[in-house]
């Protein structure tokens, strides 16, 4: 089992995510697991209120970059890239790097922004790899939509395919705190204790880093 990063990206809560948390209801989901432009670039009560690049990732990559000993050589690989926000900042901080993101929402690949990596659209436990072909796989917030089988073959399939990974995934440090999770997400299937997870990690030998997003990081 890998250690607890924190890159900062959780750092200041943002106040609206406390609100809709109240607000949202079994029809926000519904909408949301569509999983098309209503949850991207929709209300936010059905999802992101309108999912935009900003350049926050040029601000916290840095960090990536220098633990991981990524290069202009490197090999890496987005899972869940989502429009490909991080993927376009990689690039620009690293030229030439060679980066590939994978995403298995549709609306999301078509509304891409443009940067130098190839997207595939797939299932995050289907990586079309070979073994430790990249040198670092990153998975932020997208694993936990899954159903934890799947959950737990997409942390395999980051094993083969990795020399090195990062996954971020949604938690809580007691029942309470997860129940406040629940309420606030909308396609968040796969919610564990922090402890939950730890022990998921040793019994399949995950060994990547990790960091547990909860409503409290979230400020929800």
């Known amino acids: 089992m890998g250690k607890h990063f924190d890159i900062g990206y959780f750092k200041k809560p943002i106040k609206v995510r406390g609100k809709v948390a109240k607000e949202r209801t079994v029809l926000n989901k519904i909408k949301a697991w569509e999983l098309g ?33 990524l290069t202009k050589n490197s090999k890496v690989l987005d899972l869940g890239c989502k429009k490909g926000f991080l993927l376009k900042d990689l690039n620009i901080l690293l030229p030439g790097i060679k980066t590939v993101g994978i995403e298995n929402h549709a609306y999301a690949l078509k509304k891409s922004v443009k940067c130098q990596s190839k997207l595939i659209q797939s299932e995050y436990y289907k990586i079309p790899y070979k073994n430790k072909h990249f040198d670092f796989v990153i998975a932020f917030n997208s694993l936990y939509m899954y159903n934890l089988g799947d959950v737990i073959k997409s942390l395999k399939e980051i094993e083969r395919v990795s020399k090195k990974s990062y996954i971020v995934l949604a938690s809580g440090e007691n029942d309470k705190e997860r129940n406040k999770f629940y309420k606030w997400t909308l396609i968040g299937t796969s919610i564990l204790l922090q402890k939950e997870w730890k022990k998921l990690f040793k019994d399949i030998g995950f060994k990547g880093d990790y960091y547990f997003s909860s409503a409290k990081s979230l400020g929800v």
């Open 37 to 69: 432009k209503d949850y991207y670039d929709g209300n936010r009560l059905n999802g992101y209120g309108g999912f935009k690049y900003d350049g926050r990732w040029l601000k916290m990559l840095p960090k990536i970059i220098k633990k991981y000993k």
